[in-house]
Protein backbone atom coordinates (compact mmCIF):
# COMPACT_ATOMS: atom_id res chain seq x y z
CA UNK A 1 0.00 0.00 0.00
CA UNK A 2 1.33 3.09 -0.87
CA UNK A 3 1.98 5.33 2.26
CA UNK A 4 2.24 8.86 0.95
CA UNK A 5 0.27 10.77 -1.86
CA UNK A 6 1.38 14.22 -2.72
CA UNK A 7 -1.10 16.79 -2.92
CA UNK A 8 1.06 18.53 -5.61
CA UNK A 9 2.01 18.81 -8.93
CA UNK A 10 5.29 20.11 -8.27
CA UNK A 11 8.71 18.44 -9.77
CA UNK A 12 10.58 19.39 -7.58
CA UNK A 13 8.50 18.13 -4.52
CA UNK A 14 7.96 15.24 -6.44
CA UNK A 15 12.04 14.67 -7.14
CA UNK A 16 12.97 15.38 -3.56
CA UNK A 17 10.86 12.99 -1.94
CA UNK A 18 12.23 10.45 -4.91
CA UNK A 19 15.56 11.35 -4.20
CA UNK A 20 14.89 9.71 -0.15
CA UNK A 21 13.77 6.72 -1.91
CA UNK A 22 9.98 6.97 -0.74
CA UNK A 23 7.21 5.10 -2.45
CA UNK A 24 4.70 7.91 -3.06
CA UNK A 25 1.59 8.81 -5.29
CA UNK A 26 0.45 12.33 -6.81
CA UNK A 27 -3.38 13.39 -6.65
CA UNK A 28 -3.15 17.01 -7.83
CA UNK A 29 -5.42 19.49 -5.45
CA UNK A 30 -8.24 21.81 -7.02
CA UNK A 31 -8.50 23.46 -3.65
CA UNK A 32 -8.26 27.66 -4.23
CA UNK A 33 -5.17 29.61 -2.82
CA UNK A 34 -5.76 32.68 -0.64
CA UNK A 35 -3.62 35.59 -0.18
CA UNK A 36 -5.55 37.15 3.20
CA UNK A 37 -3.73 36.88 6.32
CA UNK A 38 -0.37 37.15 7.54
CA UNK A 39 1.96 35.31 5.98
CA UNK A 40 2.51 32.22 8.16
CA UNK A 41 -1.59 31.95 8.10
CA UNK A 42 -1.46 31.96 4.18
CA UNK A 43 1.01 29.56 3.82
CA UNK A 44 -0.45 27.03 6.23
CA UNK A 45 -4.32 27.48 4.94
CA UNK A 46 -3.86 26.97 1.66
CA UNK A 47 -1.43 23.90 2.20
CA UNK A 48 -4.70 22.52 4.57
CA UNK A 49 -6.92 23.43 2.11
CA UNK A 50 -5.33 21.30 -0.46
CA UNK A 51 -4.82 18.56 1.78
CA UNK A 52 -8.18 18.35 2.80
CA UNK A 53 -9.64 18.57 -0.77
CA UNK A 54 -7.36 15.40 -1.83
CA UNK A 55 -7.58 13.54 1.37
CA UNK A 56 -11.38 13.45 0.55
CA UNK A 57 -11.38 11.60 -1.89
CA UNK A 58 -9.21 8.70 -1.13
CA UNK A 59 -9.61 5.43 1.05
CA UNK A 60 -8.57 5.21 4.34
CA UNK A 61 -4.72 4.40 4.97
CA UNK A 62 -1.83 7.08 3.32
CA UNK A 63 -0.79 10.18 4.94
CA UNK A 64 -1.87 13.02 2.40
CA UNK A 65 0.86 15.94 2.43
CA UNK A 66 0.32 19.63 0.91
CA UNK A 67 2.59 22.39 0.84
CA UNK A 68 1.85 25.69 -0.41
CA UNK A 69 5.08 28.18 -0.86
CA UNK A 70 4.90 32.06 -1.50
CA UNK A 71 7.24 34.51 -1.50
CA UNK A 72 7.24 37.45 0.23
CA UNK A 73 9.37 41.31 -0.19
CA UNK A 74 8.65 43.22 3.38
CA UNK A 75 4.41 43.35 3.45
CA UNK A 76 3.94 42.23 -0.54
CA UNK A 77 3.78 38.79 -1.89
CA UNK A 78 4.98 37.77 -4.83
CA UNK A 79 2.76 35.12 -6.60
CA UNK A 80 3.17 32.98 -10.22
CA UNK A 81 3.68 35.50 -12.43
CA UNK A 82 1.34 36.13 -14.91
CA UNK A 83 4.06 36.42 -18.14
CA UNK A 84 7.54 37.01 -18.58
CA UNK A 85 7.29 40.17 -18.20
CA UNK A 86 5.96 40.50 -14.78
CA UNK A 87 8.43 37.28 -13.86
CA UNK A 88 11.21 40.28 -15.07
CA UNK A 89 9.74 43.12 -12.81
CA UNK A 90 9.33 40.46 -9.84
CA UNK A 91 13.06 39.77 -9.94
CA UNK A 92 13.84 43.35 -10.45
CA UNK A 93 12.05 43.89 -7.54
CA UNK A 94 14.14 40.97 -5.43
CA UNK A 95 17.97 42.38 -6.81
CA UNK A 96 20.25 43.44 -4.13
CA UNK A 97 17.23 42.44 -1.69
CA UNK A 98 16.62 40.17 1.54
CA UNK A 99 12.71 38.58 1.13
CA UNK A 100 11.51 35.42 2.61
CA UNK A 101 10.26 32.32 1.41
CA UNK A 102 7.56 30.74 3.87
CA UNK A 103 6.25 27.29 3.31
CA UNK A 104 3.14 25.64 4.77
CA UNK A 105 2.90 22.22 5.02
CA UNK A 106 -0.43 20.28 6.12
CA UNK A 107 -0.67 16.56 6.73
CA UNK A 108 -3.86 14.07 7.33
CA UNK A 109 -3.41 10.46 8.63
CA UNK A 110 -6.26 8.90 6.90
CA UNK A 111 -6.17 5.80 8.50
CA UNK A 112 -6.44 7.73 12.28
CA UNK A 113 -7.61 11.07 11.03
CA UNK A 114 -4.72 12.80 12.72
CA UNK A 115 -3.33 16.11 11.25
CA UNK A 116 -0.40 17.72 11.98
CA UNK A 117 0.59 21.23 10.13
CA UNK A 118 3.39 23.68 10.29
CA UNK A 119 5.61 26.15 7.81
CA UNK A 120 9.30 26.79 7.33
CA UNK A 121 10.92 30.59 7.11
CA UNK A 122 14.01 31.18 4.89
CA UNK A 123 15.56 35.08 4.41
CA UNK A 124 17.01 35.11 0.99
CA UNK A 125 19.41 37.75 -0.57
CA UNK A 126 19.78 38.15 -4.34
CA UNK A 127 22.61 39.20 -6.10
CA UNK A 128 22.52 42.81 -7.94
CA UNK A 129 20.99 41.47 -10.95
CA UNK A 130 22.10 43.42 -14.48
CA UNK A 131 18.66 43.61 -16.88
CA UNK A 132 19.93 41.46 -19.09
CA UNK A 133 20.79 39.09 -16.44
CA UNK A 134 17.40 39.20 -15.71
CA UNK A 135 16.35 38.65 -19.38
CA UNK A 136 18.73 35.89 -19.94
CA UNK A 137 17.25 34.05 -16.66
CA UNK A 138 13.94 34.67 -17.48
CA UNK A 139 14.28 33.08 -20.87
CA UNK A 140 15.91 30.32 -20.27
CA UNK A 141 13.94 29.19 -17.31
CA UNK A 142 10.47 30.84 -17.84
CA UNK A 143 9.93 30.84 -14.50
CA UNK A 144 5.40 31.58 -14.61
CA UNK A 145 4.68 28.32 -12.37
CA UNK A 146 7.41 30.01 -9.94
CA UNK A 147 6.48 32.01 -6.52
CA UNK A 148 8.78 35.49 -6.88
CA UNK A 149 9.68 33.72 -10.23
CA UNK A 150 12.22 31.68 -9.34
CA UNK A 151 13.83 28.94 -8.74
CA UNK A 152 17.01 28.21 -6.65
CA UNK A 153 18.59 25.00 -8.50
CA UNK A 154 20.30 25.14 -11.95
CA UNK A 155 20.50 28.45 -13.42
CA UNK A 156 18.51 29.92 -10.17
CA UNK A 157 22.01 29.02 -8.07
CA UNK A 158 23.45 32.64 -9.96
CA UNK A 159 20.73 34.71 -8.48
CA UNK A 160 21.43 33.87 -5.06
CA UNK A 161 23.78 35.61 -2.47
CA UNK A 162 23.38 34.00 0.31
CA UNK A 163 20.89 32.09 1.91
CA UNK A 164 19.36 32.12 5.94
CA UNK A 165 17.24 28.99 6.76
CA UNK A 166 16.49 26.08 5.26
CA UNK A 167 17.94 25.99 1.38
CA UNK A 168 14.78 22.81 1.03
CA UNK A 169 12.13 25.50 1.93
CA UNK A 170 13.32 27.69 -0.44
CA UNK A 171 12.86 24.80 -3.55
CA UNK A 172 9.76 24.35 -1.85
CA UNK A 173 9.71 21.60 0.98
CA UNK A 174 11.42 22.14 3.91
CA UNK A 175 12.00 18.05 4.44
CA UNK A 176 13.19 18.80 8.03
CA UNK A 177 10.01 20.23 8.82
CA UNK A 178 8.46 17.63 7.22
CA UNK A 179 9.96 14.93 9.40
CA UNK A 180 9.21 16.53 12.69
CA UNK A 181 5.62 16.91 11.36
CA UNK A 182 5.26 13.26 10.22
CA UNK A 183 6.64 12.21 13.71
CA UNK A 184 3.19 13.87 15.39
CA UNK A 185 1.37 11.20 13.62
CA UNK A 186 3.86 7.91 14.52
CA UNK A 187 5.59 8.10 11.36
CA UNK A 188 9.22 9.51 10.15
CA UNK A 189 11.03 9.47 6.91
CA UNK A 190 13.83 7.36 8.06
CA UNK A 191 11.05 4.57 8.46
CA UNK A 192 9.77 4.87 4.95
CA UNK A 193 12.97 5.01 3.08
CA UNK A 194 14.07 2.33 0.57
CA UNK A 195 17.94 2.43 0.66
CA UNK A 196 17.98 0.90 -2.80
CA UNK A 197 15.87 4.05 -4.14
CA UNK A 198 17.65 6.90 -2.54
CA UNK A 199 19.82 9.35 -5.14
CA UNK A 200 21.13 12.40 -4.93
CA UNK A 201 20.23 15.40 -6.97
Avoid at 47 to 69: F, N, S, W, Y
Avoid at 78 to 96: H, Q
Amino acid sequence: MTRLILASASPRRRALLAALGLEFRVSVSNAEESFDGAPAEMVVANARAKCRDVAKTIEPGPVVLAADTLVFLGEHVLGKPADRAEARAMLAKLSGNTHQVLTGLSLVDTQTGRTAEGYESTDVTFRDLEPEEIHTFVDAVNPVDRAGAYTVDGPGSLLVARYNGCYHNVLGLPIIRLDCLLRQLGHNLFQWMDPNCCRFL
